[in-house]
């Protein structure tokens, strides 16, 4: 389908504003997670060392570690506190009303003898600085996400394809690149498709190499359809029995990466003929119609809240602008709502928001 003047230079200007703006995301985000990966660390901790707390606000638990005589007070963020609990099998809501109600030490002595009896050989507290970003099990082993990650750039480049953003968020590290070629799955819709390599230290998800659309008049995107993944490896680590705490050395995590970045450059030659597939599914789910009860039926078991699935119902009735949405009622526009509500900061945190960017990839499948 050829463009009409006007479309094309419209579609073409935002595009190359979203070529340009790439470049510094993706250098930005490169630089945050090498930036934390040199100040992380990692504690294998017995519960003796540690003594729990609640922050002033009453909304988290904060840890106290004694290191080498030394008492190192560790605040986990919201994913890290869920490990915690999750490990002694204390329900997050459960938690998290004892601190509404300020029965803090009911929670903390229960989080100490629960500790004693059920992680006994220790815990991995993975930080940077103050913040606890995992809570693990002691074979639970980092992988150096540099070298995948600079292969997974080179690759991008070599194939033509140019940055669009970056994230490092509480659990997650991703890349992402795009290719500047135009797609027209449906009358009125451009779209691009493109590659986003992520990866979590953390214990939320192995590495995994997705593919992407991006509607390029309005930047909604979905993130999804796996193309590669890799199972972290490790082996477990013990304490000393004289010991409380080990710090691990950079020594300790010797791992050839050499393989699994040679793994995704050979996965990555698979996305042409990928991103042909996906934009025929693309096509196929902007040309079905899709009323708003199916629709809201898709989006089942999606761990939306109440207030997001209100939210995406509206948008989706309402007949908006297509510089918005698609003006067509398909799964194709659905999708486009989930996106678009996905960048809004308001939704959740920026894990939450990429989340949701799957959720969107999902309806096209």
């Known amino acids: 389908m050829k463009f009409d003047k006007e479309t094309s230079v419209k579609v073409k200007d935002k595009l190359q504003s979203i070529i340009a703006t790439g470049k510094d995301n993706v250098e930005k985000a490169i630089n945050d997670i090498q930036t934390e990966f040199e100040k992380r660390k990692d504690v294998i901790a017995k519960p003796s060392a540690l003594t729990y707390g609640v922050s002033d606000d009453h909304k988290n638990i904060v840890i106290s570690m004694q290191q080498k005589g030394t008492a190192v007070t560790l605040e986990p963020t919201h994913f890290a506190t869920g490990q915690l609990l999750n490990k002694l099998k204390i329900p997050l809501g459960y938690a998290e009303t004892l601190m509404e109600l300020n029965l803090d030490s009911l929670l903390t002595n229960s989080i100490t003898e629960l500790s004693h009896k059920l992680l006994q050989k220790g815990v991995l507290f993975r930080h940077v600085d103050k913040l606890l970003k995992g809570v693990l099990s002691p074979s639970y082993r980092r992988m150096d996400a540099g070298p995948i990650f600079e292969a997974f750039i080179k690759q991008a480049l070599s194939m033509g394809m140019v940055p669009y953003n970056g994230w490092n968020t509480d659990y997650r590290y ?21 590659a986003s390599i992520s990866t979590s230290d953390y214990g939320a998800q192995a590495l995994s190499l997705e593919l992407m659309a991006l ?8 993130i999804g359809a796996d193309v590669f993944r890799h199972v972290h490896i490790g082996r477990r680590f013990e304490l000393p029995e004289n010991e409380d705490t080990i710090e691990l050395s950079g020594r300790t995590y010797t791992l050839d990466t050499k393989t699994i970045a040679s793994a995704t450059k050979d996965a990555m030659k698979m996305l042409p003929a990928a991103f042909e597939i996906l934009n025929t599914k693309v096509e196929k789910a902007a040309h079905t119609d899709l009323p708003t009860e199916g629709a809201m039926a898709m989006l089942r078991n999606k761990n939306l809240s109440k207030d997001v699935l209100q939210k995406v119902k509206t948008m989706y009735d309402l007949e908006s602008d297509i510089t918005q949405l698609p003006a067509h009622k398909s799964a194709w526009k659905l999708s486009n709502v989930i996106s678009l509500l996905a960048k809004d900061p308001k939704i959740g945190s920026a894990d939450a928001r990429l989340d949701m960017s799957g959720i969107a990839m999902e309806l096209l499948q």
């Open 215 to 222: 509607r390029v008049i309005c930047s909604n995107m979905a």
């Open 174 to 194: 991703s890349i992402q690149f795009l290719v500047p070629r135009v797609y027209t799955p449906a009358p009125g819709e451009h779209v691009v498709y493109g």
